[in-house]
């Protein structure tokens, strides 16, 4: 599946089928949690964090993308990334876009 963050793909006709969107809410365990915690007092890189993040694009690319397939979509088009705090240490990451079909 072809995803890409513009409007248009170069030397693409496309029918557009519809919005296709996928989304998961990741949290890490609590032991990691308070290391974060910690961490937020000497400063720097809470990599457990971006671990969890990087992991939860994933998932939620890959729902999307299922999605679209369902919907019988080559592509996806203008494809962006939406997160929101659910509660303290877990968030939820959507992945959105317009699912299109190559047309001659």
């Known amino acids: ?36 915690s910690l961490k937020t007092i000497v400063g720097g890189e809470l990599s457990n964090y971006n671990e969890m993040m990087g992991k939860a694009r994933d998932i939620a690319t890959e729902r999307m ?12 088009v203008c494809m962006r990334y939406a997160t929101s705090a659910i509660m303290q240490s877990a ?10 079909k190559f047309i001659s």
């Open 91 to 100: 968030a939820e990451v959507m992945a959105y876009g317009t699912a299109v």
């Open 1 to 36: 599946m072809l995803i890409v963050t513009s409007e248009t793909i170069t030397g693409k006709n496309l029918e557009m089928l519809g919005v296709v969107k996928g989304s998961t809410i990741q949290t890490v365990n609590a032991i990691k949690d308070l290391g974060a």
């Open 65 to 76: 993308a299922a999605e679209a397939e369902k919907l019988g979509a080559d592509a996806i």
